[in-house]
């Protein structure tokens, strides 16, 4: 049994609720000259591409997903995983979920031109609206845009954590018992209700007292709020759920996001199974 998987168990046994289940997707990123196991590559997806918020979302509920520059379905994810350039000119050959969403919904469709990572990082598809380019919108041509302007659009996108200049082959995303390779992941994702957050962090308190600082905004939660972020900075992280992760990925409206390093996982587990006396979880309003 590999240790994430001993770690979930200890965490919701010790959550004191019989059949509470709680959504975990464990990310590990290759990168550089890191050899990817088989078993992980033969969770690339064949013949289609998955967003990061799908992977996510498929992680939790069993199924390993291996997500490349070629099967990754989101370009904005793609940038954050450092699967490609952010100042890339080029758009990315193939069929891509989120861009074939603007495709749908844009008339001239003889005349779509796919956006380039350049365009996601310049805020002209954030805002398509403002920029005059009415292909990059998601809603048909009332969509004004996820931002006001262009110069607003820049600024946002600057403030999302990306690994950059990329050097990521793939981004492994695998449930806790997926034991083939005793995968150690790189962060751990959980989904939850807000009265288990609240536990969790209960959880993480006690041993450390350290407090939890949310850093969020409304795009790119999964792959920069959840993933890039704890990655990168070694904490904790929370953010609701974004709208590809919402309309794409169908999050439920009663989950939020809670990104962790797997240390960190290990320390809310050895918290909850200490705490446990101290804070009765079972009697929490929602918690059964």
Known sequence: MSDLRRAYDCMIENM???????????????????VIPETVLNCRPQG????SCQAAKQAGLGDGVCLTRETIGCIAAAITF?????DEEKPLEGSRVYID??????????????????DFTNGSVYACKAAGREEFALFGKEDVGRYKDVETAKFAVSQMMAIQPPDT????????DFDEENLIPDVVVLSVRPV???????AYQYNTGKRVIANMGGLRVVNSDLIVRPYLTQEMNVSTYCLGARL???????RMGIGMP??????????????????PFHQYPGAC
């Open 248 to 254: 794409i990925a169908q999050y439920e409206g009663d």
């Open 196 to 202: 288990e957050l609240t536990r969790i962090i209960q």
């Open 262 to 279: 797997f240390s960190i996982f290990l320390e809310v587990s050895k918290g909850m199974r200490d705490s446990r006396t101290g804070f």
């Open 169 to 176: 082959q793939a981004v492994f995303f695998f449930p806790y």
């Open 16 to 34: 004191g609720v019989p059949g509470l289940q709680i959504p975990l997707t464990a990310v590990k990123f290759f990168r550089g000259s890191d």
């Open 101 to 118: 969403i603007m495709k749908e919904h844009y008339e001239k469709k003889d005349d779509f031109t796919s956006p380039s990572p350049m």
């Open 82 to 86: 450092g699967l490609v350039g952010k």
């Open 48 to 51: 289609l591409t998955i967003t």
